[in-house]
């Protein structure tokens, strides 16, 4: 129920939902040349410590300028780009533009004279999808990435959705244990919808959870559903007790900021803190002061 909710509720909010009616042809025919026309852009939605407020990073989303129909969101693209095999160099683009930014970010920091009180450094998530994931090339690729822009592992997180993890193997959960011990953070996205599997959660290489938006709706309502809010509570110390991180997606009101503060949720990302948009926008970029 909260899932469909959710679904509805976003599709209605979505600019880019106003292609919904655009023919699969369309997209099918302009996609493999996309790449090259240089017609993908990122945007990026900061993710917000709760502790103290700060920006602890920024998710990278991929945003497709189309010829014919303007800006698409990702949903409209990125399972047709999975299909064909497009996402393979398309996610490795958007991962060198996202550790590119992570340099760019973190070399204005360091010109500004900003300490940032975190230990760790100003981090960029970047979102992979299945077929990358079981792609030989993923490490070395990663590896290359960071050395290129001179940035440390730990400036990048990968989301993996949890779905895309299941069923795997010990073989193939390697790379991203690699990635991990490399000091790539981990995160396994869009946690808690599909088949979640909580005796899972401890093989995974994964070192921060995030939570579905899906469960941030319950937490909205003045009092907020108490199920929801036991829910969330509880995936909240279980990731804890397992030694994860937890960040809750899709934050729209002070009223779940607040819920979600006495939670103990680690970080959390969403329109009410800041929507994704061009690095330039950014609003106070990292400064201790946001
Ligand atoms: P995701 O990784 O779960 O990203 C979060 C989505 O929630 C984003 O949608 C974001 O714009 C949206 N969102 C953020 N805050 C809120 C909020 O407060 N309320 C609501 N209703 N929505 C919020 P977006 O940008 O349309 O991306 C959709 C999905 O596309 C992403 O879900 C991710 O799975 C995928 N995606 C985006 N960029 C990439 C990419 O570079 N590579 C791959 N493989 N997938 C990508
Ligand atoms: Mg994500
Ligand atoms: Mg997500
Ligand atoms: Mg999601």
Redesign the pocket.
Known sequence: RAKDG?GN??EL??P?SDARAIDRHSLTNHLPGALERDEFFL?Y?PLIRMSDGRVDGA????RWRHPVHGRL???RF?PLAEHTGL?VPL?RW?LEQAVEQARRWQRELKEAGIERSLKEPLRVN????PR?LHHPDLVPDTVAVLEAAGVSPDSLCL?V?ESALIGADEDELKPLRQLAELGVDIAL??FGTGYSNLANLRRLPATTL?LD?SFTQGLQRHPADPVDVTFVGGIISLAHALGLRVTV????TEAQAHQLRQLDCDTA????YA??AAPKDIPACWADSA
């Open positions: 959710g509720r976003y909010a979505d880019d945007e939605q998710e990278a989303l991929v969101g990702p949903d990125i996402i996610g958007v970047v979102n992979l999808s990358q989301e959705t996205d869009d995030k938006r997606e899709g934050v729209e990302q969403g329109w009410y929507r994704p």
